[in-house]
């Protein structure tokens, strides 16, 4: 599993855009980059996944460069509900592929 | 989206005694069940990987005696920790993997040992 390297600490004003770095440098071939967040005291949510093509859904988008070392999540219009700890993972697509989630990022959204 | 559920939520336990937590997927069948553990103001760390009808795999320096894992169903995990100790208290998240797809995460138990 490919480890992630993600900032400790952000923070957006409220109706910005957040945007969210990750390095994931010795990502293989077949491995997917997931993001998921986690409010205070609760279980991780998904949010995104992505192979090598920009993803997007209600949520957030996804950016992966083309050569796959990093991605960038972003959330277009940042409201105080967003504020959490972002992780982004990298693993493979296949039954019991584990998830090792990294450090995080804790995103602060300020008023 | 898949729900998964977690009971207990809270659980308090004197030091010594055992403790079960289950983690359900709700409206969905998991090929796959996770649990991790995560410590105050730390991220989620992996202890196991358990499939329906098998014995699940733990992640190095998980004593798999000290954390039971029965997968007993497609919708049912259990984990159990045995003869907790304080150092157990941790919050303890499950979640469920349909087919080949995400991870769906449970709510969380947070276990306290006295």
């Known amino acids: 599993d490919a480890k992630t390297t993600q900032p400790t600490s952000m923070d957006c004003a409220e109706g910005r855009a957040a945007n969210l770095p990750c390095n994931h440098s010795t990502i293989s071939g077949n491995e997917y980059v997931y993001w998921y967040r986690q409010i205070h005291s609760q279980g991780p949510q998904y949010i995104i996944h992505g192979l090598k093509n920009n993803e997007t859904n209600e949520m957030a988008s996804l950016i992966i460069t083309e050569d796959r070392k990093s991605s960038t999540l972003i959330l277009p219009h940042a409201t105080l509900r967003d504020t959490a700890v972002y992780y982004c993972?990298?693993?493979?697509?296949?039954?019991?592929?584990?998830?090792?989630f990294g450090s995080g990022t804790r995103l602060s959204i300020r008023p | 989206g898949a729900v998964v559920s977690q009971h207990p939520s809270r659980v308090i336990c004197k030091s010594g005694t055992s403790v079960k937590i289950e983690c359900r997927s709700l409206?969905?069948?998991?090929?796959?069940m996770f649990w991790y553990r995560q410590f105050p103001k730390q991220s989620l760390m992996l202890m196991a990987t358990?499939?329906?009808?098998?014995?699940?795999?733990?992640e190095q320096g998980v004593e798999k005696d000290k954390f039971l894992i029965n997968h007993a169903s497609l919708t049912l995990s259990t984990l159990t920790v045995t003869s907790a100790h304080p150092e157990d208290s941790s919050f303890y998240i499950c979640?469920?993997?349909?087919?080949?797809?995400?991870?769906?995460f449970g709510p969380g138990t947070r276990l306290t040992v006295t």
């Open positions: 979640s469920a993997q349909v087919g080949s797809y995400e991870q769906y």
């Open positions: 358990s499939n329906e009808g098998s014995k699940a795999t733990y």
């Open positions: 409206d969905f069948q998991a090929t796959t």
């Open positions: 993972c990298a693993s493979g697509y296949s039954s019991a592929s584990k998830i090792i």
